[in-house]
């Protein structure tokens, strides 16, 4: 009754693509055809379609530094703790290609890895 909230979904570290500084404690989860972001304090929902998601990608911190930021780095100040990304390619409302990322710890990454094998049900068209 007067115990704390519980929380649902992943817990994450915003990383970035929204407006909120590194390293924000966010919780991310699918409702109702929807990615929903909450920002943990001060709790603020942010609310993407599942339509506008191209791709979930689970990847490890070295090839995330590598593949978006030019150089393998390492960003954990605690050794021995290692930090997984999960990517969320999607469309934006005006048509462009966004992106955002989170991380989390090994604990995540099995999340994480099982948002990359979701079948999005987007609509995809290709031509030849």
Not at 63 to 89: P, Q
Request: glycine fraction near 8%; hydrophobic fraction near 35%; charge should be positive.
């Amino acid at each position: 009754m007067f115990g704390k909230k519980k929380r649902t979904g992943i817990p994450v570290m915003h990383y970035e693509g929204l407006d909120f500084p590194q390293d924000v404690p966010c919780q991310i989860e699918i409702v109702d055809n929807n990615f929903v972001i909450t920002r943990v304090k001060p709790e603020t929902k942010i609310t993407l379609s599942l339509s506008q998601i191209k791709a979930f990608s689970a990847i490890e911190e070295a090839r995330f530094m590598l593949k978006y930021h030019g150089e393998a780095a390492t960003t954990s100040k605690a050794k021995g703790i290692e930090k997984f990304y999960l990517v969320v390619d999607y469309t934006s409302k005006n048509g462009t290609n966004e992106r955002l990322a989170f991380w989390g710890t090994a604990f995540e990454y099995g999340k994480f890895l099982d948002l990359q094998r979701m079948e999005l049900t987007g609509k995809q068209e290709y031509s030849l």
